[in-house]
């Protein structure tokens, strides 16, 4: 049984077609999904209701939080962490299961782009090594309850890397599993940026954190850098 937890704001033009989606693949009765909501102002709360999710609003807005806050309300043993534009394979739940049954703790899958932009395949192909440059969310995130409680979850002080932090964390003490399989990920900052510009922004950001930048100071060159939602 897994607990899928999608953190969301205003994701209303996306949300129903994901939680049906994995609703069907994983099968109603081996999976709940809890939308931990940021308090959008669209009807990302009703939609996601409506669609069979359990949909919640966080006690505090930003993703770490509202990744803790489902992961504290989730009824099973297993948490599967997906961003609201991602979908990972059909396969998901039994790649899951398996992964945990040969000794894994937690893991991702690698990425494919939901676009036709060759560039992006360069991106694509590095994310089948245990870089830290991919550890992103975008590729969701499996974890176990145990680890995740040892590991304290997301660090909620955290307003970007949350997602690298906890794997960072979480492999000093659990084995880490990357699927040979691929999770659709949206383009949509690819569309309104060039390749390049999102490669520097990202670069930039990676530094700034290795080096001890704050998360507001990353936070505002990431605005600075990129035109993104």
């Known amino acids: 049984m897994i607990s899928i ?14 939680i049906k989606y994995l609703l069907t693949a994983g099968e109603p009765e081996n ?6 909501d940021g308090g959008s102002s669209d009807d ?30 989730a009824l ?3 948490l599967y962490f997906v961003h609201a534009d991602t979908y990972p394979p059909e396969s998901f739940a039994s790649d899951i299961k398996k992964a945990i049954s040969e000794g894994f703790e937690f893991g991702r899958y690698r990425t494919r782009f939901a676009s036709n932009k060759s560039i992006l395949k360069v991106n694509e192909f590095f994310t089948r090594f245990d870089w830290f440059i991919c550890y992103g969310g975008d590729q969701t995130l499996f974890i176990t309850r145990q680890l995740f409680n040892k590991v304290n979850g997301f660090n909620v002080s955290m307003l970007i890397m949350e997602d690298y932090d906890i794997v960072k964390r979480a ?3 659990g084995r880490f599993k990357i699927f040979s399989k691929d999770a659709l990920v949206s383009a949509r900052k690819y569309d309104t940026n060039t390749w390049l ?3 520097l922004a990202n670069l930039k950001i990676v530094k700034m954190y290795q080096k001890g930048a704050s998360q507001q100071e990353m936070v505002n ?3 600075e850098m990129l035109s993104y939602r």
């Open 5 to 18: 937890i999608i953190p969301t704001f205003n994701e209303a033009e996306n949300i129903e077609q994901l």
């Open 31 to 36: 999976v709940e999904i809890i939308v931990c």
């Open 44 to 73: 990302t709360q009703e939609i996601a209701a409506n669609a069979g999710a359990r949909a919640v609003l966080s006690n505090k807005k930003g993703r770490a939080a509202q990744m803790n806050h489902g992961a504290s309300i």
């Open 76 to 78: 099973f043993d297993l």
């Open 171 to 173: 492999k000093r003490s």
């Open 197 to 199: 510009k999102v490669q």
């Open 221 to 223: 060159k990431y605005k």
